[in-house]
């Protein structure tokens, strides 16, 4: 599957998943922006992009700040023409019970995932190849799955699917396709890594998964450089599980998993 000439926006790409993702769009051929807070996580992101032979840009903004986000748009569009790919990946999380969340942290987090992937999505608007773009965005089960200590998670990845459904409508029309990742536990990650702090409970979150292992970053990769490709240019508003089963298990066995 090749990129070649595509220009390619992941926001959050500095690390993670999303530098997974970057990193499959850039060995693909593709060009690739990326947009994160920290200068310095974006400057080791760069230099590792670069790697791969292709042209690479990035820009320190927080996805809360939706001038920001338009400049770094804007900049990109100028430097290379329309964009045909954003991916939107900006996360934050933390485990709480909802009783001792506070209003700040319950807000942090709804700015972050769910005003941030609005952010990206609007400001990329303008600068869209149409017809042919196609927009992802990252988001998890704990949108329908409930998920004790992840209220504030559940909440936002719930709102960032109801963009993803939304715009996929909206945007149809001028041949713009919206959609959704959602990973399952993914190892080597910062999330799983706060969600699954001890062996045992890794390994009770091992079995909620009935392919009984964790998501290697590679694996949400190819899943969104298949669904942003012209492979899968007939789907838009959906939902992709790539979680090896996750979801099947229901909410109690990750409630299980969460207690360890």
Request: glycine share 8%; hydrophobic share 50%; aromatic share 6%.
């Given at each position: 599957m090749t990129y070649a000439h595509k220009n390619v926006f992941v926001?959050?790409?500095?690390?993670?998943?999303?530098?997974?993702?970057?990193?499959?769009?850039?060995?693909?051929?593709?060009?690739?922006?990326?947009?994160?807070?920290?200068?310095?996580?974006?400057?080791?992101?760069?230099?590792?992009?670069?790697?791969?032979?292709?042209?690479?840009?990035?820009?320190?903004?927080?996805?809360?700040?939706?001038?920001?986000?338009?400049?770094?748009?804007?900049?990109?569009?100028?430097?290379?023409?329309?964009?045909?790919?954003?991916?939107?990946?900006?996360?934050?999380?933390?485990?709480?019970?909802?009783?001792?969340?506070?209003?700040?942290?319950?807000?942090?987090?709804?700015?972050?995932?769910?005003?941030?992937?609005?952010?990206?999505?609007?400001?990329?608007?303008?600068?869209?190849?149409?017809?042919?773009?196609?927009?992802?965005?990252?988001?998890?089960?704990?949108?329908?799955?409930?998920?004790?200590?992840?209220?504030?998670?559940?909440?936002?990845?719930?709102g960032i699917d109801q963009i993803t459904r939304t715009l996929a409508m909206e945007w149809g029309p001028s041949g713009v396709r919206v959609n959704s990742i959602a990973p399952g536990p993914v190892e080597d990650t910062e999330g799983m890594a706060r969600l699954a702090p001890t062996p045992e409970s890794v390994q009770a979150w091992t079995q909620t998964v009935p392919l009984r292992r964790f998501a290697q970053k590679a694996d949400i990769a190819r899943a969104a450089l298949w669904l942003c490709s012209p492979e899968a240019a007939y789907i838009t508003g959906v939902v992709l599980s790539v979680d090896g089963g996750l979801a099947l298990g229901g909410s109690s066995a990750v409630a299980h998993a969460m207690s360890l």
């Open positions: 926001a959050g790409g500095s690390s993670g998943i999303n530098l997974a993702i970057a990193e499959a769009f850039a060995k693909a051929g593709a060009r690739v922006a990326i947009l994160s807070r920290q200068q310095a996580k974006i400057d080791a992101a760069l230099a590792h992009l670069r790697s791969f032979g292709g042209e690479v840009l990035g820009f320190a903004a927080d996805v809360r700040d939706a001038a920001a986000v338009q400049q770094a748009f804007t900049h990109t569009a100028h430097a290379w023409g329309p964009i045909d790919v954003v991916v939107s990946g900006a996360a934050g999380n933390f485990v709480s019970p909802a009783a001792q969340l506070s209003p700040n942290g319950f807000k942090s987090v709804m700015d972050i995932d769910l005003l941030g992937t609005f952010h990206v999505m609007r400001a990329a608007w303008e600068h869209l190849r149409k017809p042919g773009a196609a927009l992802l965005n990252i988001t998890a089960a704990q949108s329908w799955m409930p998920t004790p200590t992840q209220v504030h998670v559940c909440a936002a990845k719930a």
